[in-house]
């Protein structure tokens, strides 16, 4: 008798112990209502499977469960009239199912939502972001200490060195009032940086014309996608408030590998997503040509020469977003040449750009700036 009780409580417990296994492997157990494999405190769409988390516009709601194409707040006849103005092309906000092309398949979608509010999403994190009229500076190299950094402009951005500056100067310029954005390159191998040995052989391409000790890296590459959230969250560590990643267009360079554009576009997003997830604002360094893709994705562009090389017009987007264009110009000319560089200050100025002229070194040897 007293064997069968024992047996009788093992059995109890194993029932026990298998229920609480079942329970923590279920989806529900770890908070995923709609089963798609994102927990609900990080997915942006709880109630509709999207194990993707394709957010075209940004604003935290899934694309499967945002048809509020005004973003005001509720699907409505405004939102119907944008809807048949995007049928049967490939607008990527009213592409609910992200097919590539608006279908009957997205009308049946907006139906289903159509009077509701979009969403529900999980709480999604909050950055900053610049306007158009912000002005900045940016100091690339000699600033691996604060007495080695020109603090004192009277602007409202600092683009520094995530490497090489250390988190007390990034403090101390955030509470003399400034946002800092860190620069790294997203899209190239530098043989100096602390965390070169990670990247793998098959990771890199060419070398960079000019740049000695870079290479051109495979941004399809699942390693450099991981190096690069590292590098994220290190931003992030060191309180940077947002993000410069450069060589965002190796498709348009001869990197010795076969890039496509929508490589770069998937790459491009990759990192704005991920930024935007930690809190991060993140600029879009060039890739002129994506521009009209990729302005919803980014919170302010940085542009190298677009007034030397006549394509400046292609930025104009984001000014129409009000968002923020950082302009550097380098050719000698603007630094020698007082007419030219009024020339170039009322075209930038009349672009809505903030305009610096520097040395190719970013080193603070000079400045000259439209704005001031």
């Known amino acids: 008798m007293k064997h069968k009780n024992i047996q009788g409580f093992q059995l109890f417990l194993a029932a026990i112990l298998l229920a609480v296994w079942a329970f923590s492997n279920s989806s529900y157990a770890a908070g995923d209502l709609d089963g798609d494999g994102i927990l609900d405190d990080q997915d942006n769409c709880i109630e509709i499977a999207n194990p993707d988390q394709r957010d075209s516009n940004s604003d935290g709601y899934g694309n499967v469960c945002d048809a509020d194409l005004d973003n005001n707040g509720t699907v409505s006849f405004t939102d ?11 607008n990527a906000d009213a592409d609910f199912d992200s097919s590539g092309f608006v279908s009957f398949a997205d009308f049946d979608t907006f139906k289903t939502l159509f009077g509701h509010q979009p969403g529900p999403s999980a709480p999604t994190a909050t950055w900053y972001k610049p306007v158009a009229n912000a002005s900045w500076q940016i100091q690339l190299q000699n600033n691996s ?12 951005v600092y683009d520094i060195d995530l490497f090489d500056t250390p988190p007390a100067l990034i403090t101390s310029l955030k509470n003399a009032g400034k946002k800092v954005i860190c620069y790294f390159s997203a899209g190239s191998y530098e043989e100096w940086r602390d965390d070169a040995t990670q990247f793998n052989n098959n990771d890199l391409g060419s070398p960079l014309d000019d740049w000695p000790g870079e290479r051109w890296l495979d941004i399809r590459s699942s390693n450099v996608r991981k190096i690069m959230k590292t590098r994220l969250d290190l931003a992030k560590q060191k309180g940077c408030d ?35 997830r930690i809190g991060l604002a993140i600029g879009l360094k060039n890739d002129l040509d994506q521009i ?12 190298e020469q677009c007034h030397e090389f006549d394509e400046c017009e292609t930025l104009k987007p984001f000014i129409s977003a ?12 603007y630094v020698i040449d007082d007419q030219e560089r009024q020339l170039l200050c009322n075209d930038a100025l009349a672009n809505g750009f903030y305009t610096l002229v520097l040395p190719l070194q970013l080193d603070d040897t000079f400045r000259l700036s439209c704005s001031q």
Do not use: C, M
Request: proline share 5%; hydrophobic share 30%; aromatic share 12%.
């Open 292 to 303: 009209p893709q990729l302005v919803q994705w980014f919170d302010f562009s940085v542009n």
């Open 145 to 156: 200490s604060e007495e080695q950094v020109n603090v004192s402009y009277d602007v409202d």
């Open 80 to 90: 119907l009239d944008l809807f048949k103005s995007a049928f049967g092309t490939n």
């Open 242 to 276: 947002g993000v410069d990643p450069d060589n965002v267009d190796g498709y348009t360079n001869d990197t010795g590998l076969p890039l496509t554009s929508d490589d770069q576009l998937k790459y491009n997003r990759y990192l704005a997503e991920e930024a935007h």
């Open 322 to 333: 009000n968002k923020p264009v950082l302009n550097i110009e380098y050719k000698n000319k």
